[in-house]
């Protein structure tokens, strides 16, 4: 992936040593105004109006088997050792969603989405055309620019530039990566390191140090302006993580008192079991991290409610060998994600909050000599939140004959993941034509996808 971070190195470096925010960078968004094909909703418009929590899985996930087309004799003979079987109301088998597909085993989690309505997807969408490149494919997904390899600003920064915030003050948090092309641009945006060590204060702890630091850079140029922002940004995050730790604790202990169990420990309801696993981690970190990333992100703009922006990302999805089925190395990777949606769902389920689960492209749907899957084309892109029309999948899908499959090998992309976000975004901010250019340039409308959300 590129990075824009070359742009400033002084700024960025010292950014990059401390862990802390506001990021800086080149401005080349403008993109030509274009007329969409739907109305903005009345009413509402702006960052003001919703929150978005962007989920990135970077190393491309296989949605095929996320989202099991069953009724799909090709899927089957295509996958001999690690398709999902079809559903049969045991553990061992998807779980049905409608009439074509059906939900991986590990991902049961977030079943009780998709039947309350709120969870819906679009099974084939990508890049226009095929990059089997993670780098070149992350980069140009988180620029919103196809075939652009040069340094430009990230979508979710150029969405945030929209917020109206005074100056200084983030509109856009980002949990784990130090510089997420993503978030890369000239709107200030708030970054935290991952897992624990979000909580840790690190150099600053320390009073002499800290002192030091805060006299180093006591000048007025921009460099000093932006260290004692991030300085006090990062005190604050990590103080505010830590007594929300410590009050999550006390009340799963309190909640948890109450509840029945039976012979093995197992609370009686279903929601009592959801309640006891994200309780039981107490603020730990899963394999991935990925609950406990979302459990920051969510306290951080429960906080601050001018964070309007979200971004998370979890690795370890490129499956070329022993990718697994019902168990095994994916199933695990699907766990660790349904149990950080969980989380997230918790804390972003008011009207205007979405959730978006991407990756930069998809797997081939056969499966490969080694039980795994390789690079591929068209994916599923994941929605939750409460004005998505959920509990139904979205846009066209022609199935696994080979005749329909890109190059005879790969899922198409049916959709632009442009036009998909383009929904996302006038459904969430309601933003209007000449904004969703300069976001997403080069978008077009794709009326395929209307419907994707309740109309306000």
């Known amino acids: 992936m590129h990075s824009n971070a070359s742009s400033i190195p002084g700024l960025l470096q010292r950014r990059s040593l401390l862990g802390l925010g506001a990021l800086s960078a080149l401005s080349l ?13 009345a009413g509402r418009q702006g960052l003001d109006s919703g929150r978005l929590v962007i989920v990135f899985l970077r190393g491309a996930y296989d949605g095929l088997s996320a989202f099991v087309p069953y009724v799909d004799s090709d899927y089957y003979a295509m996958r001999p050792n690690i398709a999902i079987a079809a559903p049969d109301g045991t553990a061992q088998t998807a779980l049905k969603l409608d009439k074509t597909f059906a939900l991986h085993p590990a991902l049961s989690l977030l079943l009780p989405l998709w039947q309350q309505g709120v969870l819906g997807f679009v099974p084939a969408a990508g890049l226009p055309a095929p990059n089997r490149s993670h780098f070149d494919a992350q980069y140009q997904m988180e620029i919103a620019q196809s075939g652009k390899t040069s340094s430009s600003p990230g979508w979710l920064n150029n969405t945030a530039a929209l917020a109206k915030t005074s100056a200084g003050n983030a509109a856009a948090l980002g949990v784990g990566e130090a510089n997420p092309a993503i978030l890369g641009g000239q709107a200030a945006v708030k970054l935290i390191p991952r897992g624990q060590s ?6 600053l702890a320390n009073d002499r140090t800290r002192q030091a630091l805060l006299d180093l850079y006591a000048g007025d140029d921009k460099i000093s302006e932006a260290f004692r922002q991030g300085a006090g940004s990062r005190m604050q995050s990590a103080q505010e993580l830590t007594m929300q730790r410590t009050q999550r604790a006390e009340m799963a202990a309190e909640k948890m008192a109450g509840k029945s169990l039976d012979r093995d420990g197992t609370p009686a309801s279903p929601q009592a079991q959801t309640a006891q696993m994200l309780a039981a981690s107490n603020g730990a970190a899963d394999p991935v991290g990925l609950q406990l990333d979302a459990q920051h992100l969510g306290t951080l703009m429960r906080n601050d409610r001018r964070l309007r922006l979200g971004f998370l990302s979890a690795g370890g999805w490129d499956t070329h060998a022993n990718q697994g089925a019902v168990n095994g190395q994916l199933a695990n990777n699907f766990g660790n994600l349904a149990r950080g949606i969980a989380q997230l769902r918790q804390d972003f389920s008011e009207p205007g909050d979405v959730i978006v689960v991407m990756s930069e492209f998809g797997r081939t749907s056969a499966e490969n000599g080694t039980r795994g899957t390789d690079h591929g084309f068209g994916n599923a892109m994941w929605l939750i939140g409460n004005r998505v029309a959920g ?40 933003l209007g034509d000449a904004q969703l250019a300069d976001v997403l340039p080069g978008a077009k409308w794709d009326k395929r996808l209307d419907g994707m959300f309740h109309k306000a």
């Open 29 to 41: 968004a403008a993109g030509v105004p274009r007329v969409w094909a739907q109305a903005v909703p």
């Open 198 to 203: 979000a909580e840790r204060t690190g150099v």
């Open 391 to 430: 509990g139904r999948w979205h846009g066209q899908w022609t199935g696994l004959a080979r005749s329909n499959l890109n190059e005879g090998r790969d899922l198409p992309a049916h959709h632009d993941y442009r036009a998909v976000l383009a929904q996302v975004m006038r459904g969430t901010f309601a």
